[in-house]
């Protein structure tokens, strides 16, 4: 039998040995991803989000801090509900992760919460469910306010043939026509649970939820319900490019800035904070965005 061997964040199983004194800490984070070049450190001097995270949190814990997150997000992608998780010595109430974070952060990250967690807690294998929310304008004029954060379009959409022709993606299938063609998953069949749209006033909102995502999987599901909403493209036209399994058979990726990694689902069993999705100005839950007079659900 191969043994096992102890690495900081690492997946913990029944026969991996545990160091003594050693801690893992949860956090809750939200981020404006406009300038910086993805969630994940990279080399060279290239603002990332972890970056930023594990300098400041190494200034808390006065050691070294190495992090490892629920989902990767792309340059300019933002989010509220971003999970990540660190091992070490270090032991801090969690006020004073979240505190002493903000005190070493730029102003486009924040720590929401912490909370020290069993070590078999995983950011990543942990989670059962990911949502996202992707925020559109089709006001006459571009906002100047928000302008990176929402993705404008210089046409009217039709939020009702959206909904309709998107949940034709619901349940679990192949995606591979909705992902990126640098994507590097192994297996490209994913289960959504839910695809709905909401419109209020100038802004649509459409939130996404499923078991993982592959890369730029929103963003072109996105770019293809864009095309049915302005009427380029008829109800069906999603079910056809998923049944294609090719990337060449969608439409354009959406751009990044209207996408927000909104919540990550894990079991009850770890009792995580329960933060408000948004962003901040968009207060319903998961799954209750479509719940309102006005909006479009169709299931």
Not at 152 to 176: I, N, P, T
Not at 267 to 284: E, K, M, N, V
Request: net charge positive; aromatic share 8%.
């Amino acid at each position: 039998m191969q043994q096992r061997y102890y690495t900081r964040n690492c997946e913990i199983t029944p026969d991996t040995p545990w160091p003594e004194q050693m801690q893992r800490v949860a956090l809750g984070v939200e981020y404006n991803g406009r300038d910086f070049h993805g969630f994940q450190s990279q080399p060279g001097a290239v603002a990332t989000v972890q970056g930023c995270l594990q300098q400041a949190l190494s200034s808390v814990a006065n050691e070294p801090i190495s992090l490892v997150c629920a989902g990767r997000t792309d340059a300019g992608v933002h989010a509220t509900g971003q999970v990540v998780h660190f091992d070490t010595l270090a032991h801090r109430p969690a006020k004073a992760w979240v505190l002493g974070a903000r005190q070493q952060l730029p102003y486009a990250i924040a720590v929401r919460w912490a909370q020290a967690v069993p070590n078999h807690f995983h950011a990543r294998f942990s989670a059962r469910a990911r949502a996202y929310r992707y925020l559109i304008s089709d006001a006459d004029t571009r906002p100047a306010l928000l302008h990176d954060q929402i993705t404008w379009v210089r046409y009217k959409l039709d939020v009702a043939a959206m909904a309709a022709a998107g949940q034709a993606l619901v349940g679990e299938h192949d995606f591979s026509s909705y992902r990126a063609a640098q994507c590097q998953a192994r297996n490209p069949v994913r289960h959504i649970e839910h695809l709905h749209l909401s419109r209020r006033g100038d802004l649509i909102v459409l939130e996404i939820k499923a078991n993982a995502f592959l890369h730029h999987m929103v963003r072109n599901i996105v770019g293809v319900l864009l095309e049915v909403g302005r009427g380029a493209r008829g109800l069906d036209w999603p079910a056809e490019v998923l049944a294609a399994h090719s990337r060449a058979a969608a439409a354009a990726t959406a751009r990044p800035n209207g996408l927000y990694m909104v919540a990550v689902d894990y079991p009850s069993s770890y009792q995580l904070p329960q933060a408000s999705p948004g962003p901040l100005f968009i207060a319903d839950p998961v799954g209750q965005l479509a719940g309102r007079a006005g909006c479009s659900k169709i299931d």
